[in-house]
């Protein structure tokens, strides 16, 4: 059996899993919030019905959220006070990201990556401003929603507007960061965000400045 | 001192004695009902009051509203699509004279009830309309933000804006919006796969209220059954009025209050279940009929406790946050 390193933490994976899970719930949860269920024969489908109520849907919302915001919190608290900035893109991002995708596609070599490619980088920024929009926004339509509660209708017609424009760009977000797995050469990530290692050899051969560095503290 | 008023002097006088007494008359330097834009308002509707204008083929609040909202009513395209994959559409362009139940071209109507309370069959005339929630769930639950309460409670929907879900008429406990196909922001969209029209109901006739005016229906009501004012007096009034007849008040706490306070002498339980038997007795199961049940909780307010959890989330998740890096700063295992 060829030998692993561990690329993601428990931590790392509790807040990757914890957001993926809490974030589908909500796109499951909120498209529940517009009327299309019902109107798509999803209800009809077996297990849909509960689907067709804008409360039950709502629930769901709400739960999720909790979750999200909690697991966001915490990511965002605990890898500031640890200084752990990998993820965060760098300047050239966006090129090299192209020069990845290139060689993937050319079979060409690819530039030396550290722990995240150039495109796991600003997958990571894309999908997290979004998330952080759809929090602060959410927020303000949890508080609207409140009993007693009247705020001006420029700040809820802004929020939900902004809401509904960050669902849908997450969603892209989403699916590009799933269609990353159609390139075989992405695949090994797939180990390190279940199980927490990935094989040595392919962090050697694809992540060489992230290898170095670890090779380096122990 | 004599003066000699000539003809010319005599009709400048004249005149702005006219002009002075118009404007004593008129009020213009006071609200005339102590209406405006800026406080809440209520209105009572006097079920014991309201004879449903029996000599006459629609009740004038009916028509009144009609004549006043005809300009806003829809006018559809003529090929208008079914939902994509439902193979039904709401059009109400063909029934424009329909007043008997709420729809996109009747923003209220007059329900004619018999119903036998005490050993006595009585006549009930009930105009319906939207009840203008304290806490309304439609204009929350909107998800495109197209549903606006005014500071004077009143709750309208903005028709250049909505899609046509029909989600307000879901959530709204007394189904009261109304939904036209073939109009609006959704043709422009994907009318095929999305939208299903525009949906319409009664505004309070808010533009009026902005300008110190009743609305149309209580202008137009000659028996006084439509009263419109200040909330809180309005509330007051309704409390006075059922207590002088021993009878019971509507709109007050449904839905976690509303701006409506109907009064009646027969309890709304009897007269809900007359509606709901009547509507029986027709196959009458098509949306704008609602009944009045007694008990109406506001669904929001069940998802207090959760919302709470929601806004301190982000404290929790610091919290464990920082615990857990501490830990692992000082070299605790925790981190594998």
């Known amino acids: 059996m060829s030998k692993k390193v561990l690329r993601q933490s428990r931590v790392n994976r509790f807040i990757h899993w914890g957001t993926a899970i809490s974030i589908i719930l909500l796109i499951i949860s909120g498209l529940g919030q517009l009327p299309l269920y019902k109107r798509y024969n999803i209800t009809k489908l077996p297990g849909g019905e509960w689907l067709g109520s804008f409360y039950n849907t709502l629930d769901l919302h709400y739960i999720a959220a909790v979750l999200l915001i909690f697991v966001v919190s915490f990511h965002l608290v605990y890898h500031g006070l640890r200084r752990e900035f990998d993820i965060l893109p760098k300047k050239g991002d966006l090129r090299e990201s192209y020069l990845i995708i290139k060689a993937m596609l050319t079979k060409g070599e690819e530039p030396p990556a550290d722990k995240y490619l150039a495109e796991q980088r600003v997958a990571y920024f894309f999908i997290g401003i979004n998330v952080l929009v759809l929090i602060g926004t959410g927020m303000v339509k949890v508080i609207k929603n409140l009993n007693g509660v009247t705020l001006p209708q420029f700040i809820i017609a802004f929020s939900t507007h902004l809401h509904n424009l960050a669902t849908v760009l997450l969603i892209l977000g989403i699916g590009a960061h799933l269609a990353a797995f159609i390139f075989k050469a992405n695949r090994p990530l797939l180990r390190g965000i279940f199980s927490g290692t990935v094989d040595e050899k392919y962090a050697k051969e694809r992540h060489p400045l992230w290898y170095k560095r670890i090779k380096m503290r122990i | 001192m004599t003066e000699k008023i000539n003809r010319r002097t005599f009709l400048r006088r004249s005149t702005a004695a006219g002009l002075l007494s118009f404007l004593a008359v008129s009020g213009l330097s006071e609200n005339a009902y102590g209406l405006s834009d800026e406080q809440e308002i209520g209105t009572v509707i006097d079920i014991t009051k309201c004879d449903g204008c029996r000599d006459l083929e629609i009740p004038r609040c009916v028509s009144a509203c009609r004549q006043k909202n005809k300009g806003r009513f829809p006018e559809p395209i003529t090929d208008i699509q079914p939902y994509w994959p439902q193979k ?213 307010e069940s998802e207090k406790g959760i919302a709470g959890a929601a806004l301190t989330a982000p404290i929790a998740g610091a919290a464990l946050a920082a615990f857990t890096a501490y830990k692992t700063m000082k070299g605790e295992k925790v981190d594998e």
């Open chain 2, 88 to 300: 039904k559409y709401e059009d109400w362009s063909d029934k424009r004279e329909v007043t008997n139940r709420l729809t996109p071209y009747n923003w209220n109507y007059v329900e004619h009830l018999q119903v036998d309370y005490k050993g006595k069959r009585e006549d009930i005339y009930l105009m319906r309309r939207c009840m203008h929630c304290d806490h309304p769930t439609c204009q929350k639950l909107c998800p495109f933000s197209a549903i606006k309460k005014d500071v004077t409670g009143s709750v309208s929907i903005n028709e250049e804006l909505c899609l046509g879900g029909a989600k307000c008429r879901d959530v709204c406990p007394w189904g009261i919006p109304q939904r036209q196909a073939g109009v609006g922001l959704y043709l422009k969209l994907a009318p095929t796969f999305a939208g299903g029209g525009v949906m319409y109901k009664c505004d309070n006739c808010r533009d009026l209220l902005a300008k110190d005016e009743k609305p149309a229906c209580e202008r137009a009501c000659p028996k006084g059954a439509i009263l419109t004012g200040p909330k809180k007096q309005m509330k007051e009034y309704a409390q006075r009025r059922a207590e002088e007849i021993g009878g019971y008040i509507y709109g007050d706490v449904q839905n976690g209050g509303t701006s409506t306070f109907y009064i009646s002498k027969i309890p709304f339980e009897a007269i809900s279940e007359a509606i709901a038997t009547d509507k029986m007795a027709q196959k009458d199961t098509g949306p704008g009929r609602p009944l009045m049940p007694e008990r109406v909780d506001n669904y929001l």
